[in-house]
């Protein structure tokens, strides 16, 4: 189980980590609390259950639930770089599938609903995936901890 939980949890990433997951999460947080809570001016689980039933994701209200709580409890987790591989992993999959529904006929540029933004926070994801927390995480110091007992 350590061995399992060490590599999960190791990263070699230094500050890198930590820049890409602060500005990464506090933006998936608050696009996830636009979701759940209907903060910043969002519409909530029941408005964005009804814009994802009219992309075809059903039900929309789970989609919704699960969309945004991926978001912004993923964002939390990428802010603190606890389990950031996972975190990460969850949202880079809800961005791919932003990406693939709700953005891709629109193109490129965000100006016109497109997927730009979402490609760039899938990118940023991709990279925690294969990198880790970086240092001032949780992470590391779950790492630290575990292999001064072993």
């Known amino acids: 189980m350590n061995t399992t939980l060490l590599k999960l949890l190791s990263t070699d990433a230094g500050f890198a980590g930590l820049l890409l997951r602060l500005p990464t999460g506090i933006v998936l947080a608050a696009h996830g609390a636009q979701k759940l809570f209907a903060w910043f001016a969002g519409y909530g689980l029941e408005g964005t259950g009804q814009y994802m039933s009219s992309l075809g994701l059903e039900p929309g ?36 599938m932003a990406i693939l529904t709700a953005h891709s006929q629109y193109g490129l540029f965000i100006s016109n609903g497109g997927y730009e933004y979402a490609l760039v926070l899938l990118a940023v994801t991709v990279s925690l995936i294969l990198s880790g927390a970086g240092r001032l995480s949780v992470d590391r110091v779950i790492v630290h901890q575990l292999t001064r007992q072993a």
């Open 61 to 96: 209200f789970l989609m919704a639930l699960l969309a945004g709580s991926a978001e912004f409890f993923g964002g939390l987790a990428l802010i603190l770089g606890v389990l950031t591989r996972p975190a990460a992993l969850v949202t880079a999959f809800t961005m791919l």
